[in-house]
């Protein structure tokens, strides 16, 4: 328990030293308005009817729009402590009751079916409650009906074949909206006062003055059902699912939502289909439908990336065996004669360029032409789907009425609580209290920006304890593991190689310490950004979202950039090997090159980091579930809808946030290195068409109805695409110039394999792998470094040098072991081509986020038609009702003004 409710058990024990609880002792009796007096804070209690269905009152005509669970616990004679926590618990409550029903909600409770002592407290919002505060929220509710004829797209004929069941899921009627206001509610569309406020509107509305209602008189800081439930005051607050997920309410009148998105929706044998957003929204809210169809359009845009990169990656598998290198590497007349440098001191032994025949035969599936221009293709792919995305996102903003949803946004209780300083607000020149001074603010940030980089600096050390074990396994696997390869395990020789041995393993651990990172990091971010005080609820989810997104950035992909640009780039030579920390020699690139070592680690973090997921979000809720229901099997009795929601499962607030990373860190995956891994788009497509109908299936049957919440977009998410898309584009320049062998073949194809440079009359590859090999002299061996060992095939009288992956001079030169004229030349066209792919990459994204309007025409021209019609009906009705009123009281002032000069005549006569 809290330090702030130890604190009001103490005043109270002061104030009621006997431990008096009769002060508090909740009565029910029947009520259906506001009583005055004492008698304010009884509520009804009734027996359940046995209608499971139900979502009403008793009375069968006011609907549940809320339910409050709270437990009467039982005094315990001698334990003060125990009955401090059950006074101050009872004090709340009833107080806090009260308060609400000050505010006009209505109650009523009944007790548990199988636990007596557990009480549901229902809640309800009469009209002029939801009138009130749907003024007060600027809440959008209909005009009348949207007389612009829809866009019909040429793809119709295709997307309907995808498309939900209209004779199902109908179509939502599409209305002019504006904000509500009482005083004009005629020229609002309120035939039926049932569905003028939907049951996500009333939610919302009845959740806002749940959060806003004191529990502690003459405390206005104590406020609001989250503290209550911190507290254990309440044991759960949710809203009501309309029916059970897989059968139709017994209601006539229900329209079974639940069971529609369920059969429609999140059943698996939808996976092909389109989601049906409309429904989505009106069941679960905006910032749910705001989720989903983004997932969905991103899924769909996976689909071209995917079917290209499947495409790219089966020409990799075709002209497999027609890559030159690769064959001269296999050839035992070219690669079974080049004698190689051990990669270790002292224990190493000399190898045999061939017996790296599979992994260089694996490496051109991925390090081809193909891949080159997938690269570029999926930096296009990107700026196109962003682009895009805010076309989809602004139909949305203004289907779903969330268009000017930032002004209309009301401060955090949390932000209202604080303020205690007064300040000018340079807008309405009006004085107004806010929690914090500029100073203030200021360092609330810089401590939360501090603990940030105190964090990411932990990843990186974490990286570098990962670096060191590789080097020092590496030497171990070096030694052991050829020993360890017996006649059962020969024919895994020519793929488990120490590298790969120690890249699997070295990921493995890697992953492990990203996932306990992640859990720690979390509640940290928490705590940071409820310190800096947001003042809105979107302004805490985009500071939550930019410190998390940070920290999962550099923890997921700080080990791939180190395989990517690190591994293997300063190792020196086998005379001066570079030594890591003085003790540890520099490790090297796995004979099939860093890119295959790169695409396993990605393997292992997309994979593993997926199957996490699955067994967070979807098998623990299940098993409690599940759990759960064996439990109240037990039981005959039939459990009313209340009860059947609380076995469910409660959602984390920031369970959509948790989703949206998710996401967001697999487009990175997805983007930042498809150079290297062109099925990683094909992969993310996969696991986004289960991820959909997973989530689906998740907030559908195991958790109790998401409370609806509006979201005008997908908010601090979208910069960070963008973000992530510019970074993409650089790493993939990077990748294909630095670690992967494009650009050396390019430059020996066409310069150095022709005379004058050359032995050949044409550009060919014939010779490419020699020429990537630098020659050393096995007596220039270091003391440490030396070999001990020798293979048996080894004749050190006549084998008298040995190659490693480098461009330098050879011994006798004068600037022998010195990079070569020809490592300069790379080195500059590398340079060169990450400049003319930068550009030529930034040019086309600039040229198509110029062409695609963020806006579509026709959503601009039903925003004015819904603007002028506003003005029209709204405005213009009440400026005509007034002049009529001005009218009259002139006409009856004339009247009155003739009527006086005939009788001042008449007094004349």
Not at 618 to 629: A, D, F, M, Q, T
Not at 669 to 686: E, G, M, R
Not at 751 to 769: A, C, H, I, K, N
Request: aromatic share 14%; charged share 25%; glycine share 4%.
């Amino acid at each position: 328990m809290s330090s702030f409710d130890s604190d009001e058990e103490q005043m109270e024990m002061e104030e009621f030293p006997g431990g008096d609880e009769e002060f508090c002792v909740q009565t029910y009796m029947p009520n259906y308005g506001t009583l005055s007096g004492q008698d304010q804070h009884a509520v009804e209690l009734v027996e359940f009817n046995g209608n499971e269905d139900s979502v009403f009152f008793a009375d069968g005509q006011r609907r549940i729009d809320f339910i409050l669970v709270y437990e009467e616990e039982q005094r315990k004679q001698g334990d003060q402590k125990k009955m401090r926590s059950i006074l101050s618990k009872k004090r709340k409550r009833a107080l806090f009751q009260e308060n609400l029903k000050t505010v006009g909600l209505q109650m009523e409770a009944t007790r548990s079916i199988l636990d007596f002592k557990t009480i549901f407290l229902k809640l309800h919002a009469p009209w002029e409650v939801l009138c009130r505060y749907a003024e007060v929220l600027h809440i959008k509710l209909p005009l009348f009906c949207n007389d612009l004829k829809p866009k019909t797209s040429t793809f119709n004929c295709i997307t309907k074949l995808f498309s939900v069941d209209e004779e199902k899921i109908p179509p939502e009627d599409e209305y002019f909206t504006a904000p509500f206001e009482m005083n004009r509610i005629k020229s609002f569309h309120t035939q039926n006062r049932d569905t003028f406020f939907t049951p996500a509107t009333r939610s919302r509305i009845v959740n806002y003055i749940l959060n806003r209602s004191v529990y502690k008189r003459g405390k206005p800081s104590k406020f609001g059902i989250t503290k209550l439930l911190d507290s254990k005051t309440y044991k759960a607050a949710y809203t009501l699912h309309d029916c059970k997920f897989n059968q139709k309410s017994s209601d006539p009148l229900c329209p079974n939502e639940r069971f529609l998105l369920y059969q429609e929706w999140a059943h698996p044998k939808n996976f092909y289909k389109l989601q049906p957003l409309d429904l989505i929204r009106k069941y679960y809210g905006e910032k749910i439908g705001i989720y989903f169809a983004w997932l969905g359009f991103y899924t769909g845009m996976l689909a071209i990336a995917g079917f290209t990169g499947l495409l790219c990656f089966i020409f990799g598998i075709l002209t497999m065996d027609h890559n030159t290198w690769s064959q001269e590497v296999c050839d035992p007349e070219i690669g079974g004669r080049l004698i190689m440098c051990p990669q270790c001191d002292r224990d190493c032994f000399y190898w045999r360029l061939n017996i790296t025949c599979q992994s260089s035969r694996k490496l051109s599936i991925f390090d081809n032409y193909g891949t080159l221009a997938y690269a570029v293709f999926m930096a296009i792919w990107v700026t196109v789907f962003l682009e895009f995305w805010k076309r989809r996102q602004a139909e949305l903003e203004y289907e779903w009425d969330t268009v000017e949803l930032e002004q209309e946004e009301p401060r955090r209780a949390e932000y209202e609580a604080k303020c205690t300083m007064r300040r000018k607000n340079p807008i309405t020149q009006e004085e107004e209290m806010v929690p914090y001074t500029a100073c203030g603010k200021c360092m609330r940030i810089f401590c939360g920006g501090t603990t940030v980089l105190f964090w990411i600096s932990l990843i990186i050390a974490s990286v570098v304890a990962i670096i060191v074990y590789r080097l020092a396994v590496f030497f171990e696997f070096s030694v052991n593991l050829p020993k360890a390869m017996d006649n059962d395990l020969e024919p895994l020789k020519d793929y488990l190689t120490p590298q790969m041995a120690t890249t699997v393993t070295a990921s493995l651990i890697n992953f492990v310490f990203i996932m306990i990172l992640n859990i720690i990091y979390e509640r940290v971010a928490i705590l940071i950004t409820d310190f800096e005080l947001p003042r809105t609820q979107t302004d805490y989810e985009n500071s939550l979202t930019l410190k998390m997104f940070l920290f999962q950035f550099v923890n997921y992909y700080s080990s791939c950039f180190y395989i990517a640009f690190f591994k293997g780039k300063i190792v020196g030579y086998p005379g001066e090997p570079v030594y890591w920390l003085g003790r540890f020699r520099n490790e090297e690139c796995d004979p099939g090159g860093c890119l295959i070592e790169l695409t396993t680690q990605l393997l292992i973090v997309m994979g593993g980091k997926a199957i996490w997921n699955n067994i967070q979000e979807v098998l623990i809720p299940w098993l409690k579930n599940l759990i759960s229901r064996c439990k109240t099997k037990s039981s005959e009795n039939v459990l009313p809808r209340w009860e059947q929601d609380y076995q469910l499962q409660s959602i984390s607030k920031l369970g959509l946030f948790y989703e949206y990373l998710e996401m967001v860190i697999q487009f990175g995956f997805a983007t930042i290195f498809v150079a290297s891994f062109p099925l990683a788009p094909l992969l993310a497509l996969i696991n986004n068409i289960i991820e959909i109908r997973v989530d689906a299936w998740k907030i559908t049957t195991q958790f109790r109805r998401i409370l609806p919440a509006k979201a005008q977009d997908i908010g601090a998410w979208l910069p960070i695409l963008n973000g992530v898309a510019i970074f993409a584009a650089v790493t993939n320049a990077l990748i294909i110039a630095f670690t992967s062998d494009m650009i050396p073949r390019l430059v020996y194809y066409w310069t150095l394999s022709v005379e004058p440079y050359g032995e050949y009359s044409g550009p060919t590859m014939r010779g490419y792998t020699n020429s990537t090999l630098s020659v050393f002299r096995i007596t220039d061996f270091s003391n440490i470094s030396k070999p001990i060992k020798f293979p048996p095939w080894f004749d050190p009288e006549t084998d008298t040098t040995c190659r490693y992956r480098d461009l330098r001079y050879p011994p006798g030169h004068p600037l022998e072991y010195y990079h070569s004229l020809y490592f300069w030349h790379i080195m500059a066209a590398k340079l060169a081509f990450i400049i003319v792919m930068e550009h030529v990459v930034f040019g086309v994204k600039f040229l198509v986020s110029y062409w695609i309007p963020d806006v579509p025409k026709h959503i601009k021209d039903q925003i004015k038609r819904e603007t002028y019609l506003t003005q029209k009906i709204l405005h213009e009705s009440h400026l005509s009702q007034w002049h009529n009123k001005m009218t009259d009281a002139t006409k009856s002032l004339m009247k009155g003004s003739v009527s006086l000069k005939e009788h001042s005549k008449d007094m004349d006569i």
